[in-house]
């Protein structure tokens, strides 16, 4: 193991043992490893609790979030694509940012009710910290602050600064998901 992956598993485990960051597991069927890291920040592990989403939306999250670590498929939009169409196609999304910042990413949940995204970094390949969420909604209001995609890459800037985690560690966007479509 190179030094820089040393580093960044030391600060993970330091994330974890002071309750920055939960580490996501899930329940392996036979035959199935994790195959990826999944952390959230509590916050976002939250909405995963009874009464938090509409039951739906929570099991579509939970779905999505299990065949992540297993290893599943995923397709990923990446912020110049020329098709904006892809967008709708995409299970994780490269936001448009600096040329010098490391890529941004989101996942989508449509409806029931509200837009979900999940807001965080790859910090090494197959391993996703999401750091924030927001709910959009065209016709509701839905209790929770106004989305602005600008704070919540802020709001991650400063969560990897607090915990050492150095901006230069994050992967392209190709080589952050193995066995990734990129469409």
Known sequence: MDDRLAAIDAAMNDAV???AVVRYWVDLEEGELNQRSLWLRPQVNELLNPNK??????ERVRAALRRFVVGG??????????H????ELG???ELKSEPDLPPFVELRFKPPKHHLRMFGRFIRSDGLILTSFGMKSLHDRTGVRRLSIPQERARCDSFFK???LELNWVPSIEVSLSNAKFA
Request: no cysteine; proline share 10%.
């Open 17 to 19: 043992r002071t309750g």
């Open 53 to 58: 989403l509409e039951p739906e939306q929570r």
């Open 73 to 82: 498929p995923f397709t990923v939009v990446k912020a110049d694509s020329p």
């Open 84 to 87: 904006h169409e892809v967008s």
């Open 91 to 93: 299970d994780i999304r």
């Open 162 to 164: 607090a915990l050492r």
